[in-house]
């Protein structure tokens, strides 16, 4: 079984930093790409962030030098950095990730978190 958890969120003023954490636990599976999604209010779910298994990254244009995805893999732990943030930023925070997980044959699967909400005041 394979869990998602998320932390980091909270309230900051519009300019100010965040770091978001994402672990995922759990044993028999790899962690393929991790990413981060995030929903506002009244809004669909958008893609924020993605990395890959090498580390690969890729950033929705909204976000692009301000945010920072980062992974440990040998904690199976994703981390969004995001600094100088703005109202608009303001959304719950979801992680994805994609895994390779072992249930009497290998498989792919994904998974989410429970979201972490993260709001930005002018």
């Known amino acids: 079984q394979v869990k998602v958890v998320e932390s980091g969120g909270g309230l900051v003023q519009a300019g100010g930093s965040l770091r978001l954490s994402c672990a995922a636990r759990g044993s028999g599976f790899w962690v393929n790409a991790m990413a981060w999604y995030r929903q506002p209010q009244g809004n669909q779910r958008e893609l924020v962030a993605h990395?890959?298994?090498?580390?690969?990254?890729k950033y929705a244009d909204s976000v692009k030098g301000r945010f920072t995805i980062s992974r440990d893999n040998t904690k199976k732990t994703a981390f969004l950095q995001m600094n100088s943030l703005k109202p608009e930023d303001t959304a719950i925070y979801y992680c994805?990730?994609?895994?390779?997980?072992?249930?009497?044959?290998?498989?792919?699967?994904?998974?989410w978190g429970q979201g972490t909400q993260v709001t930005a005041s002018s």
């Open positions: 990395i890959d298994s090498n580390g690969n990254t």
């Open positions: 994805h990730i994609e895994v390779a997980q072992y249930s009497g044959d290998w498989g792919n699967y994904d998974y």
